[in-house]
């Protein structure tokens, strides 16, 4: 099944001190690569942030303005690809894998998106497949999306979600590096 992935990599990292977590090397591996690697079977691939240096090649974008968010980086990043399935990542999803990606996009079935779960069970909007045209219309919905709150403004899609996993865990501190 055909889809396209979407890569938000634009945050400030200030629970990391100003470390840009997306170039943060685990294994011998950036977070960002990890993420492109499990996205790699994706018909188009943008990344939604300031350009760096990745394993391959994909195509860039930023939110405007800038740093204004998650929504804003979804809306961003939309205006590429055409599959009718989009798979939205943040960067810092370390543990993410082609099986995972393959899982969410297979398990999509009628509904408007199926994300992952952490190992807590916190639903993950940001590691979710979604059809595109209902997660454009709620992004069209919420207006100007700088600083809006991606929980609110996906709340009335018809989502489902995957058991727990430690694919759907990321990594907001230097703790979540131990779990």
């Known amino acids: 099944m055909e889809y396209d992935a979407l890569v938000l990599a634009g945050g400030g990292s200030t629970r990391f001190g100003g ?42 974008t930023v939110e405007d303005p800038p740093a204004g968010g998650p929504v804003a980086g979804i809306a961003a990043g939309l205006i590429h690809g055409t599959s009718p399935i989009v798979v939205v990542f943040s960067c810092d999803l370390p543990w993410l894998t082609k099986y995972d990606v393959t899982h969410l996009v297979r398990n999509l079935g009628d509904h408007d998106g199926h994300g992952l779960r952490d ?13 595109r045209t209902t997660l454009a219309e709620a992004i069209r919905q919420v207006g100007d999306p700088r600083d809006k709150s991606v929980r609110r403004t996906l709340a009335d899609l018809d989502l489902t979600w995957s058991a727990p996993t430690r694919a759907g865990h990321d990594v907001d501190t230097w703790a979540d590096l131990d779990d």
């Not at 190992?119 to 059809?131: I, K, N, P, S």
């Open 119 to 131: 190992t807590e069970g916190h639903e993950q909007h940001l590691a979710t497949a979604y059809r």
């Open 19 to 60: 470390v840009d977590k997306a170039m943060l090397v685990l294994d011998g591996v950036t977070m960002l690569d990890r993420v492109l690697a499990a996205t790699e079977d994706a018909t188009s691939t943008v990344v939604v942030g300031p350009i760096r240096t990745t394993y391959r090649q994909v195509a860039w």
